[in-house]
């Protein structure tokens, strides 16, 4: 089984910033796609940051210059830098990835249980 777990979200001020991880673990051959989602109450899920497995990254046009994806592969670890946070950024983010248990096997689409960030004053 793949697990995967988010940690770094808290309460943060306006201008403030964090740091996201999240780490995967189990039985796991690649990990082809690596990213961030978020929901905020009423507002459909979106698609923050992703990264791939060579390393090629895209952000939401919102977070753009903000927000910065990165990944350690030797640790199956996927980090979102978030800097010049804004209340608008509040939301539940999610860890998400795309992982191969074995060489040429299925791609599996695996989530996080989700990490509070809250930007307010």
């Known amino acids: 089984q793949v697990q995967l777990v988010e940690s770094g979200g808290g309460l943060v001020q306006p201008g403030g910033s964090l740091r996201l991880s999240c780490a995967a673990s189990?039985?796991?051959?690649?990990?082809?796609?690596m990213g961030w989602y978020r929901q905020a109450p009423g507002i459909q899920r979106e698609l923050v940051a992703s990264i791939t497995s060579d390393g090629s990254s895209d952000s939401a046009d919102s977070v753009k210059g903000r927000f910065t994806i990165s990944r350690d592969n030797a640790k199956n670890t996927v980090y979102l830098q978030m800097n010049s946070l804004k209340p608008d950024d509040t939301a539940v983010y999610y860890c998400?990835?795309?992982?191969?248990?074995?060489?040429?096997?299925?791609?599996?689409?695996?989530w996080g249980q989700g990490t509070q960030v809250t930007v307010s004053s």
């Open positions: 998400n990835a795309v992982i191969r248990k074995s060489r040429g096997g299925f791609r599996y689409n695996y």
């Open positions: 189990g039985t796991i051959f690649s990990i082809d796609v």
